[in-house]
């Protein structure tokens, strides 16, 4: 059952901050205030080199004998200069195989870059890759990062643990976050038990475990409730409220309206825009689009809106069809449209006048077409 504060979306006590954090390493509060961008990368890139499936390891000797390359590389990212300050909530968003997870796994150090550098808290990726860790809370979507064998508690106790923090700390912190996070009731059951959506929640309290000012969320909440994705999203504004950088990568439009101070488009490892949402809707050049429903003659329907419409749906049961169509003067162009589609033997049922959206930038920005977004089959 999920914590009511959590269920109404309340806010909830306030998750204190840890005082016994890593006696080695160096938190970012005792940092040079002057640094200004928590992560940052410069000319980030990282390509991959392509593979032979094990299935056809005849395809490996005969490249070789014929001293040819298995294929071209694949750039996963291009050139990539992010710099996300403290208390900002930037959010990474592109089509599935942009470079997002690819990005976060370079910054986190788990990747290392073809080309380019990565910064965090001032420290370089590769050549000061624990001092990094000791910064950074990542956290990558899919239920792996869990020790399935253990209670969710005992997981946060394992983590903290290799956090170097006391165990005072870990215990006060975990029952904090437990019951921030809705998972106080499971909190003493085995992590196989949990659905996908209480072990992601769980993922999310072991990445704050350790009070790191260097947040960074993949996909965060691709596989909760609405309500739980609520919570993460009200929890992840105020983390970045209290000075953390964060860095999410979301597929949810919505989510990165709601709460991303900035968000950049990548698409094909290349960051295409960035801003905030509203200005990233305005500098695509985006006007007001009015949502039809039709019926009558659509045939002609089609016919006289033209290279106007943005898009048609499918034909529903009743015959009727719905469309959209640019409307940069608002209703009035709602009334010439009715009154063209009425001399071509076609009514509008219904009208919606919706504002642009970041979903609709991001779609002119990616290319991607809305009827068939994956091209030809
Ligand atoms: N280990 C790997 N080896 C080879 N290619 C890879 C590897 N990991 C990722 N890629 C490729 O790099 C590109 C970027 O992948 P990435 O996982 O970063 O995309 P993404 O933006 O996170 O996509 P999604 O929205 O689907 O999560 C893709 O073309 C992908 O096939
Ligand atoms: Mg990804």
Same mark, same amino acid.
């Given at each position: 059952?999920l914590?009511?504060?959590?269920?109404?979306?309340?806010?909830?006590?306030p998750?204190?901050?840890i005082?016994a954090g890593?006696?080695?390493?160096?938190?970012?509060?005792?940092?040079?205030?002057?640094l200004?961008?928590l992560?940052?990368?410069r000319?980030?890139?990282?390509h991959f080199?392509?593979?032979?499936?094990?299935?056809r390891?005849?395809?490996?000797?005969?490249?070789?004998?014929?001293?040819?390359?298995p294929?071209e590389a694949?750039?996963a990212?291009?050139?990539l200069?992010?710099g996300?300050p403290?208390?900002?909530?930037y959010?990474?968003?592109g089509p599935n195989g942009?470079?997002?997870?690819?990005?976060v796994?370079?910054?986190?150090?788990?990747l290392?870059?073809?080309?380019?550098?990565?910064?965090?808290?001032?420290?370089d990726?590769?050549r000061?890759?624990?001092?990094v860790?000791g910064?950074?809370?990542v956290m990558?979507?899919g239920? *792996?990062? @869990?020790y399935w064998?253990?209670?969710g508690?005992?997981n +946060? &106790? $394992?983590?903290?643990r290799?956090?170097?923090?006391?165990g005072?700390a870990?215990?006060?912190r975990?029952?904090?976050?437990?019951?921030?996070?809705?998972?106080?009731?499971r909190?003493d059951?085995?992590?196989?038990?949990?659905?996908?959506?209480?072990?992601?929640r769980?993922?999310?309290?072991?990445?704050?475990?350790h009070d790191p000012?260097?947040?960074?969320?993949?996909?965060?909440t691709?596989?909760?409730?609405?309500a739980?994705?609520?919570?993460?999203?009200?929890?992840?504004?105020?983390l970045s409220?209290?000075?953390?950088?964060?860095?999410l990568t979301t597929h949810?439009?919505?989510?990165?309206?709601e709460?991303?101070?900035?968000?950049?488009?990548?698409?094909?490892?290349?960051?295409v825009a960035?801003?905030a949402? *509203?200005d @990233?809707?305005?500098a695509?050049?985006?006007e007001?689009? +009015? &949502? $039809?429903?039709?019926?009558?003659?659509?045939p002609a329907?089609?016919t006289?809106?033209?290279?106007?419409?943005l898009?048609?749906g499918?034909?529903?049961d009743?015959?009727s069809?719905?469309?959209?169509?640019?409307?940069?003067d608002g209703?009035?162009?709602a009334h010439?449209?009715?009154?063209?589609?009425?001399?071509a033997g076609?009514?509008i049922?219904?009208?919606?006048l919706?504002d642009?959206t970041?979903?609709?930038?991001?779609?002119?920005?990616?290319?991607?077409?809305?009827?068939?977004?994956?091209?030809?089959?």
């Amino acid at each position: 059952m999920l914590h009511a504060a959590w269920a109404t979306g309340q806010h909830g006590p306030p998750i204190p901050a840890i005082d016994a954090g890593h006696p080695t390493r160096l938190a970012v509060s005792r940092m040079d205030l002057a640094l200004t961008h928590l992560i940052e990368t410069r000319g980030l890139t990282k390509h991959f080199e392509p593979r032979v499936p094990r299935s056809r390891p005849w395809e490996i000797v005969r490249r070789r004998r014929a001293s040819q390359s298995p294929g071209e590389a694949i750039v996963a990212v291009r050139d990539l200069n992010l710099g996300i300050p403290a208390g900002e909530c930037y959010g990474l968003l592109g089509p599935n195989g942009a470079g997002k997870t690819t990005t976060v796994k370079m910054i986190s150090t788990l990747l290392e870059p073809t080309a380019g550098a990565a910064l965090v808290c001032g420290y370089d990726t590769v050549r000061q890759g624990a001092d990094v860790r000791g910064n950074i809370g990542v956290m990558f979507a899919g239920e *792996r990062g @869990l020790y399935w064998r253990l209670t969710g508690r005992e997981n +946060l &106790e $394992l983590f903290g643990r290799m956090e170097y923090m006391t165990g005072s700390a870990i215990r006060a912190r975990s029952a904090r976050l437990l019951d921030r996070l809705g998972l106080t009731d499971r909190a003493d059951q085995l992590v196989e038990t949990y659905s996908t959506g209480m072990k992601q929640r769980l993922n999310l309290a072991r990445t704050l475990l350790h009070d790191p000012p260097v947040l960074m969320l993949d996909e965060p909440t691709a596989a909760l409730d609405p309500a739980a994705a609520r919570g993460t999203r009200r929890l992840i504004r105020e983390l970045s409220g209290e000075g953390k950088a964060v860095l999410l990568t979301t597929h949810s439009m919505h989510e990165a309206e709601e709460i991303c101070d900035r968000v950049g488009v990548i698409h094909r490892g290349v960051l295409v825009a960035e801003g905030a949402p *509203r200005d @990233l809707i305005r500098a695509a050049g985006l006007e007001p689009r +009015l &949502e $039809l429903r039709l019926s009558g003659d659509l045939p002609a329907a089609r016919t006289a809106l033209g290279d106007q419409a943005l898009w048609w749906g499918d034909a529903a049961d009743d015959g009727s069809i719905e469309a959209a169509v640019r409307a940069a003067d608002g209703w009035r162009t709602a009334h010439a449209f009715d009154e063209r589609l009425r001399r071509a033997g076609a009514t509008i049922d219904d009208a919606r006048l919706r504002d642009a959206t970041l979903e609709d930038a991001f779609i002119k920005l990616t290319g991607a077409r809305l009827e068939n977004p994956f091209g030809r089959v």
